[in-house]
């Protein structure tokens, strides 16, 4: 599975280049996400733009990097889902459990407003 990787300031874009939403996209982007955190990178966004659908079997594999992520103050936000995808996100609702933006100008938006709550919240 190949992914372009863009390493900003403040957070890092992982593009997965092509290929579908499902359990194998998800467990690579895991060990990707592993692999950029211990570089020093905390705050992630995932465009899946390139993809093309989603399969049921991604859900439990996005859920938890949400949940890892947020377990170890980190922001993680998905965007460029298609609205097949959404949809399935939908059925079990776990599009109100992780961060979904329509726009990377969104998913920006959000890590930043992440990463002052969390600065706002260390310094008390």
Aim: proline share 2%; aromatic share 4%; glycine share 6%.
């Amino acid at each position: 599975m190949k992914f372009k990787i863009d390493t900003k300031d403040t957070f890092t874009i992982i593009m997965p280049e092509e290929g579908q939403i499902d359990a194998k996209m998800t467990g690579a982007l895991d060990v990707q996400c592993q692999e950029i955190r211990q570089s020093g990178s905390n705050n992630l966004i995932i465009d899946f733009h390139n993809c093309s659908e989603m399969d049921q079997s991604a859900v439990p594999g996005l859920l938890a990097l949400h949940e890892e992520s947020y377990g170890q103050d980190m922001s993680l936000v998905y965007t460029g889902i298609g609205k097949a995808g959404i949809n399935i996100l939908k059925q079990d609702e776990t599009d109100l459990l992780i961060n979904i933006a329509p726009t990377m100008k969104e998913a920006i938006d959000i890590v930043s407003m992440e990463i002052l709550e969390r600065d706002l919240f260390n310094e008390e």
